[in-house]
């Protein structure tokens, strides 16, 4: 892996942290196998620093687990974006990785439908390869608008560093020279940027055969519908074919009566069958009135997808849009930033009916979509609507939008003993009465919020005491509100400006995290497998179960190891050697190292050190 850039609507800290082991490292199953292992966490955060970025949606970051040294390594990763309206949000879901091998250099390009959280749900994804031509004589006409996206992000994002700036250009310029292999089953793509002035797909007109749209969210019919997505699936075309919709119940449950009618006049409409939802989360989602609104807990259908036919040719669209105005407008310029990718092939081969497949073999647990799927009933009796959550709703998401274009700073201070204050300085907001603000340095626990009370003047609340690896950019949020008698709470996180930051912060988490001898070891058998998952690697599993230790903090059998990946990494590698230099020197400057390395080490390292030389 060599450089790239992910885009996101919402993120988990959490989520983020698997990034860098799958593309420096190896994968993990799960959020709980990568943090039993902060070592390998750790090597591959090292590894891709500076070299990707991760865009989401300001303050639609998940609040992490409290006092997680590891997340201080994500903080120049991620970047907050926001897009031009301000009523729109940041919701493209695209990846672009670049790959150099020794004669070659491999684009990769991931459009998805999801979010970089935990989610449960399902969704897209399409993945689009080439190689580099560095001496085409023209660029590939046919990415010119992912190069515009790319270099969009710098502004959508503030104030973007140097070297941000200057890796978006560089991928800009290289998706540039890249012919993409084109999806198998299809002939051509198209890729299709919203909301960054630029054109809608002219596919979505209103000259289709049939159309099927898949949305998880729905905007409803417009007045005059003629500008809606949903519009545009009351033209039938054939006596014998429906259009399809599939969407969530609570969508559709939420349209007009009239809405429903005229849709089902012309369209069949669908949602997941209960098999294919999670009986755990559909327990989650029934609840009356949620007091927490978690920022990953969608489940069920996410996916977004549009089949659109004219005749015997058709156009698939995938990627974050859902059939909402503020994704696609409503006679008007969308106010949300999308990405979509537009797939062409033929009817027979990629059409609505063999995406759905065949009635009778879905029935039989064979075929297409269809079998995850069963027809929409509109309820006979409508849940009523209590206008005490919907005001209250209302105010928490005002209060949110709020914070996220606050001008809220952050400036250390050094105090007495070694230790810093934090003072956070917060503009007048103009946040309804009846919600509660709190904030807090994520590294602490959440029972030290302090609450913010700036509703006519700015106010500056202070944190004493902060050791030197305490000292995030990044904090924490909660909104608490109250109308009538429902209760609401949302957490979230803000990475802020800061002034102040003492040198030395990341050598200081590198000694709190590598703090023994035995994680040393540990660190050491990472950074010298040639492939993590391989035996040598097992010398992690061993020393946390203290096999065989002697009095200097290393068994026997660790040191034996330790000798042997040594003196294979110097004959086939030995520039690998190198990674070792690097963390001698980070635990140097953070701490003594007479408690973390091993004397037996120290004798083996300098003979090794000699022989570089």
């Given at each position: ?537 097992d010398m992690q599993k061993r020393g946390a179960q203290g096999h065989d230790r002697a009095s200097n903090g290393a068994s026997s059998w660790e040191t034996a190891v330790l000798l042997e990946n040594l003196v294979r990494a110097y004959s086939r590698n030995p520039k690998r050697l190198d990674r070792i230099d690097a963390l001698l020197e980070d635990l140097k400057k953070g701490t003594s190292t007479a408690s973390v390395i091993p004397p037996d080490f120290e004798d083996i390292w300098q003979a090794f050190r000699q022989k570089k030389k």
């Amino acid at each position: 892996f060599d450089r790239g850039i992910g885009t996101t609507f919402s993120l988990d800290l959490e989520s983020l942290l698997t990034v860098p082991l799958s593309l420096a490292l190896c994968e993990f199953e799960s959020r709980d196998d990568a943090m039993a292992n902060p070592e390998a966490v750790l090597e591959g955060l090292r590894r891709i620093a500076g070299r990707l970025h991760v865009f989401c949606h300001r303050s639609r970051m998940k609040r992490p687990r409290e006092g997680m040294l590891l997340f201080s390594f994500l903080e120049e990763m991620v970047v907050q974006a926001l897009p031009k309206s301000s009523t729109g949000a940041f919701h493209p879901k695209v990846w672009v990785l670049r790959y150099r091998r020794e004669h070659e250099t491999i684009v990769r390009v991931l459009v998805l439908s999801r979010n970089l959280t935990f989610d449960k749900s399902w969704d897209t994804a399409l993945i689009l390869e080439g190689v580099l031509q560095p001496n085409r004589p023209s660029g590939v006409r046919q990415n010119g608008r992912l190069a515009q996206f790319i270099r969009s992000l710098a502004d959508l994002s503030g104030e973007p560093s140097e070297l941000l700036k200057a890796s978006l250009q560089s991928l800009a310029a290289d998706v540039m020279r890249v012919e993409f292999d084109k999806p198998e089953g299809f002939e051509d793509f198209a890729f299709w940027p919203l909301g960054i002035d630029t054109a809608v797909p002219p596919v979505l007109d209103w000259e289709h055969s049939r159309l099927m749209v898949v949305s998880p969210f729905l905007s409803d019919l417009s007045a005059k519908r003629d500008s809606g997505v949903l519009d545009r699936l009351l033209e039938k075309r054939s006596s014998v074919t429906n259009n399809v919709l599939v969407s969530r119940p609570d969508q559709l449950d939420a349209l007009r009566p009239e809405s429903i009618a005229e849709l089902q006049a012309t369209t069949k409409i669908y949602v997941l069958d209960d098999a294919a939802v999670c009986a755990e989360q559909a327990a989650e989602g029934a609840a009356d009135t949620p007091v927490e609104r978690p920022i990953d807990s969608l489940s069920g259908l996410h996916a977004k997808v549009y089949v659109v036919e004219h005749g015997a040719k058709v156009s698939v669209l995938a990627g974050s849009a859902n059939a909402t105005s503020a994704a696609w407008g409503n006679g008007g310029d969308a106010s949300n930033v999308e990405f979509v990718v537009e797939l062409l092939g033929a009817r027979k081969n990629v059409g609505i009916d063999a995406l759905l497949g065949d009635q009778g073999r879905a029935e039989t647990g064979a075929g297409g979509l269809l079998r995850m799927l069963k027809p929409y009933s509109k309820p006979d009796n409508q849940p009523e609507i209590d206008p005490d959550v919907v005001r209250l709703e209302q105010m928490i998401d005002s209060s949110w939008r709020v914070l996220a274009v606050a001008p809220i700073s952050l400036e250390i201070f050094p105090e007495e003993g070694g230790n810093y204050r934090m003072a956070l300085t917060v503009p007048p907001l103009d946040i309804p009465d009846g919600v509660e603000c709190h904030a807090w340095p994520v590294m602490l626990p959440q029972g030290r919020a302090q609450e913010i009370k700036a509703r006519k003047k700015g106010v500056a609340i202070n944190f004493s005491g902060l050791p030197i690896y305490a000292l995030p950019p990044v904090w924490a949020f909660r909104l608490r509100g109250r109308a009538g008698k429902a209760e609401q709470t949302v957490e979230f996180v803000l990475r802020l400006p800061l002034k102040g930051m003492p040198e030395g912060r990341t050598a200081a988490i590198m000694c709190s995290m590598i703090n023994s001898s035995e994680r040393f070891i540990r660190y050491l058998a990472l950074l010298l497998a040639e492939d993590p998952m391989a035996p040598g690697a097992d010398m992690q599993k061993r020393g946390a179960q203290g096999h065989d230790r002697a009095s200097n903090g290393a068994s026997s059998w660790e040191t034996a190891v330790l000798l042997e990946n040594l003196v294979r990494a110097y004959s086939r590698n030995p520039k690998r050697l190198d990674r070792i230099d690097a963390l001698l020197e980070d635990l140097k400057k953070g701490t003594s190292t007479a408690s973390v390395i091993p004397p037996d080490f120290e004798d083996i390292w300098q003979a090794f050190r000699q022989k570089k030389k």
